[in-house]
C-alpha cells in the first residue's frame, strides 16, 4: 500500500524558519503543505478549516504557548499528530509534550535532516497504521520502533555536489569568526536560495558550519551561519 497525502499545518511566528520547513515539506512526495498560522488564533481557525494529519508546532507564540494546543480537545478530535519544534528545552516543557502525544521533540536551532528524518519516518508511521486492520504484538512493536528511531548522522548525502559544497567551504574558510545569512552567501556564489539553504543545512549536520539566531529589536529572527571553531 502506497502511502497517502499527508496535510501539514506549520504553527511558528518565524517566517524564514516557517519558509525553510516548508520548503521541506514541498520536497517530500506523500506530503502537503496546507497553510501557516503564526498564532494559536490563527492555528485553531486553520485547524478547523484545513484539517490537516500533521502539526509542525513551535511553543512560544504571541498570543500564548504551542503546548496548549496538543492539550486541547480539537486536536485530540482531528486525530492530528504533532511535531514540536522549539527552543523549550525545560524538562518540564518537553515531559508534558510526550505525556500528550507529541510524534516527535526537535529544539531550535533546527537540524534539516533532523526534519528530514522525522517526517519520513511519520510518513512511514502513517502508513503502517491504515496497513494493519488488527495487530499482533510485532506490529505493535513495529510502530514504537517507527515513532521512537533514533537519528544517526550521516556525513554523505544524497544531492550533494562536491564542487558545489567546495564553494560553500572555502566561502566561510576565508572569515571564520563571521556570520552570514543566506542571502549573504546566495550574492557571494550565484547559488539558487534553495540549493544555498541545501549545502549550508548538509554543513550544520556535519559539524563544518555552526548556526545563530539573530533577534533584532523589530521582526523576525533570522537564522546566520559561520564556520564551526576547530572545524577542518
Not at 490563527?42 to 478549516?49: I, K, P, Q, T
Not at 500564548?64 to 511535531?83: A, F, N, P, R, W
Not at 504484538?137 to 544531492?159: C, E, I, P, R, T
Request: with cysteine.
Amino acid at each position: 500500500m502506497q502511502p497517502e497525502i499527508i496535510d501539514v499545518l506549520i504553527v511558528g511566528d518565524e517566517s524564514q524558519l516557517a519558509q525553510l520547513h516548508a520548503g521541506l515539506i514541498e520536497e517530500h512526495p506523500w506530503l502537503r503543505l496546507c497553510g501557516i498560522a503564526t498564532s494559536l488564533s490563527e492555528a485553531r481557525s486553520m485547524l478547523e478549516e484545513k484539517r490537516p494529519q500533521l502539526v509542525l508546532l513551535d511553543n512560544y507564540l504571541p498570543d500564548g504557548q504551542g503546548i496548549t494546543l496538543i492539550e486541547s480537545e480539537l486536536l485530540k478530535s482531528l486525530k492530528c499528530s504533532v511535531i514540536f519544534i522549539t527552543a523549550a528545552s525545560d524538562m518540564h516543557t518537553c515531559s508534558q509534550a510526550i505525556r500528550c502525544g507529541a510524534f516527535d521533540y526537535i529544539l531550535k536551532p533546527v537540524s534539516w535532516r533532523r526534519l528530514q528524518h522525522s517526517l519520513a519516518r511519520f510518513v512511514e508511521f502513517n502508513k503502517t497504521q491504515r496497513t494493519w486492520k488488527v495487530v499482533d504484538q510485532q506490529n505493535v512493536d513495529n510502530l514504537y520502533k517507527l515513532q521512537a528511531a533514533s537519528f544517526q548522522q550521516d556525513a554523505s548525502s544524497k544531492g550533494i555536489e562536491q564542487k558545489t559544497l567546495q564553494r560553500i567551504e572555502q566561502f566561510f574558510a576565508i572569515s571564520e569568526d563571521r556570520c552570514y545569512s543566506i542571502e549573504d552567501v546566495v550574492a557571494e556564489t550565484g547559488l539558487s536560495k534553495t540549493t544555498t539553504r541545501r549545502y549550508l543545512e548538509h554543513c550544520v549536520d556535519r559539524g563544518v558550519l555552526a548556526v545563530e539566531m539573530q533577534y533584532g529589536k523589530v521582526g523576525h529572527p533570522r537564522r546566520l551561519y559561520r564556520r564551526e571553531s576547530g572545524a577542518q
